[in-house]
């Protein structure tokens, strides 16, 4: 049936309090480093309910005769991959923006609440869609509940521009995934740090992977449900140093045999 989710207001950037419900984003970042959050196909109609960060580190086993292990060196680090699903629907009537008078609104309101509710619980069927309740005279009317717009604005993040003379101009765009501090505590203004910049660290990302299950459409094949599974690779401008996820309280002082002296102590 049609879903009334909770009212989303302002993006989820870090530096936001923790009050109301915050809407996530993917969103690109333009050639001049400005973040491009006034994009609206940007924003997740739905939050991603869950996702799934892989990093790898590369050490290399140095073996040693007569030792019991071989002694790893530390030669650089993997990649940093962020995956996950989004359900992408306008199948509610909240996101509904008729153009005649708030009567129409009204009515879709009473007829997704009554109709869809007896539906659910009496007959054991779904609401049909808002578009097959009413007579569709205009030519493209009936098209509020398509997410063609927003599938398309996903597909651009897979895409390079070209010039007129189909010259490369630009790969495809580096994007920053809105989540609040899910991936970072730290915040870098408008822009992202260029290479070799001093400030905060803000992870910007390449979208490597980019999976799209059509999974309900409109009567005219508009798509209006659809499963989008992301794979993201951090594209890093320059080296992330530990600092920017731990805060150590070790004093400078203190060594690393120290320490493993103390763990060794109190173990």
């Given at each position: 049936?049609?879903r ?5 207001s ?14 996530a984003?993917?969103?690109k970042v ?12 940007s ?21 040693v005769?007569?030792?019991s292990h ?5 030669v ?38 009554v ?9 054991g ?11 569709i ?43 609040g ?32 299950r ?46 493993a ?7």
């Amino acid at each position: 049936m049609a879903r009334k989710p909770q009212i989303k207001s302002g993006l989820a950037e870090a530096r936001g309090p923790n009050e109301g419900l915050k809407k996530a984003a993917i969103v690109k970042v333009s050639s001049s480093g400005e973040i491009l959050k006034d994009e609206a196909d940007s924003i997740f109609l739905l939050n991603p309910s869950s996702y799934e960060e892989n990093k790898t580190s590369n050490w290399i086993p140095n073996n040693v005769p007569g030792q019991s292990h071989p002694v790893y060196q530390w030669v650089s680090g993997g990649p940093r991959i962020v995956t996950f699903e989004c359900l992408v629907t306008k199948e509610s009537s909240h996101f509904l923006r008729p153009k005649d008078s708030n009567l129409w609104g009204s009515f879709v309101d009473s007829a997704t609440k009554v109709v869809g509710d007896i539906a659910s619980s009496f007959a054991g069927i779904d609401l049909p869609p808002i578009t097959d309740l009413f007579p569709i005279d205009a030519p493209g009317a009936g098209n509020d509940l398509s997410i063609a717009a927003t599938l398309d604005y996903y597909r651009s993040l897979m895409y390079p521009t070209y010039t007129a003379d189909y010259k490369l101009s630009n790969s495809p765009p580096l994007i920053v995934l809105i989540t609040g501090d899910t991936f970072s505590r730290f915040l870098a203004g408008e822009k992202y740090s260029a290479p070799g910049s001093s400030g905060s660290y803000l992870p910007v990302w390449v979208v490597t992977n980019l999976n799209i299950r059509i999974i309900k459409q409109l009567p005219n094949l508009h798509p209006m449900e659809a499963f989008v599974t992301f794979t993201l690779h951090e594209y890093p401008t320059k080296s992330v140093n530990i600092s920017n996820f731990v805060k150590s309280n070790i004093p400078s002082s203190l060594g690393i045999t120290d320490i493993a002296g103390s763990v060794m102590r109190t173990g």
